[in-house]
Nanobody, 118 residues
Framework: VQLQACGGGLVQAGGYLRLSCVPSGNIQSMDLMRWYRQAPGKERELVAEITGGGTTTYADSVKGRFTIFKDNAVNTGFLQMSDLKPEDTAVYSC?????????????WGQGTLVTVSS
C-alpha cells in the first residue's frame, strides 16, 4: 500500500492548484489525512488535516485559501489551493491512515513540487 501526491506545478501568484493524494493497493477506506509542505531551507510544516469524521484544521498561513477534503467513494484526498502566494512554494506531501483488510497503515506519499511565481 502506497500513497502518491500529485498535481503540483508552476502557477502565477493569485492562481490555484488542486493536489491529489492517491493510494495504491487494496484499500477499504481512508481515515485521517494530512498535507505537509517543506520549502527550501525550512522545516516541514503541517498545512492541513482532515479527520475520519471530516473535521478540518489548517495552518494559519493558509486559512481561507486552502481546502482539504476527501472523496470517500475513491478513497482519495485533495488539497484545493487558491490565491496562491510565492511563499506557498514548496514540496507538498501527504500522509494518511489507510484501512486495509489486514489493519491500518500510514504511508507517506512522494512529494509534489508547487512553485508560485510573483
Amino acid at each position: 500500500v502506497q500513497l502518491q501526491a500529485c498535481g503540483g506545478g508552476l502557477v502565477q501568484a493569485g492562481g490555484y492548484l488542486r493536489l491529489s493524494c492517491v493510494p495504491s493497493g487494496n484499500i477499504q477506506s481512508m481515515d485521517l489525512m494530512r498535507w505537509y509542505r517543506q520549502a527550501p531551507g525550512k522545516e516541514r510544516e503541517l498545512v492541513a488535516e482532515i479527520t475520519g469524521g471530516g473535521t478540518t484544521t489548517y495552518a494559519d498561513s493558509v486559512k481561507g485559501r486552502f481546502t482539504i477534503f476527501k472523496d470517500n467513494a475513491v478513497n482519495t484526498g485533495f488539497l484545493q489551493m487558491s490565491d496562491l502566494k510565492p511563499e506557498d512554494t514548496a514540496v507538498y506531501s501527504c500522509t494518511a491512515v489507510l484501512i486495509t483488510h489486514y489493519g491500518s497503515v500510514q504511508p507517506w506519499g512522494q512529494g509534489t513540487l508547487v512553485t508560485v511565481s510573483s
